[in-house]
């Protein structure tokens, strides 16, 4: 499987493939699964999405930080991805955590959908 490496090119393939409600259904349950409380309609807009993941991901990174790494820990993004991005400005550093959570969201669903 190859990744998407943009925002943009995930969900063009989701909605290629007629997946983009269940990855918003994927991110809800993991989202749930850690406690936070974050909710999105599974007909939200890509750019919605997009906006909301990045500005709840920054608000755990500042104010609830074993939140955040739990979340990470549940959805299964790689450590070692995370190591290498630069965490000195904190407003991209959760941009980019939000497009990798969208990308290991992404596998599980592609994933289940292909083995189904």
Avoid at 34 to 63: C, G, R, V, W
Avoid at 84 to 101: H, M, P, Q, R, T
């Amino acid at each position: 499987m190859q990744l998407p490496s943009t925002f943009e090119d995930l969900i063009s393939e989701a909605n290629n493939l007629d997946l983009y409600s269940k990855l918003v259904v994927q991110l809800n349950k993991d989202f749930l699964l850690a406690n936070i409380d974050l909710d999105f309609d599974e007909a939200i807009l890509p750019s919605s999405l997009k906006l909301m993941l990045h500005e709840t991901i920054y608000k755990l990174i500042q104010e609830k930080f074993a939140d955040y790494l739990n979340l990470l820990y549940i959805i299964d993004v790689s450590e070692k991805q995370v190591k290498e991005l630069d965490g000195s400005d904190v407003l991209k550093l959760s941009e980019d955590v939000a497009f990798l959570v969208l990308k290991r969201e992404w596998q599980k669903v592609w994933f289940r959908h292909k083995y189904q």
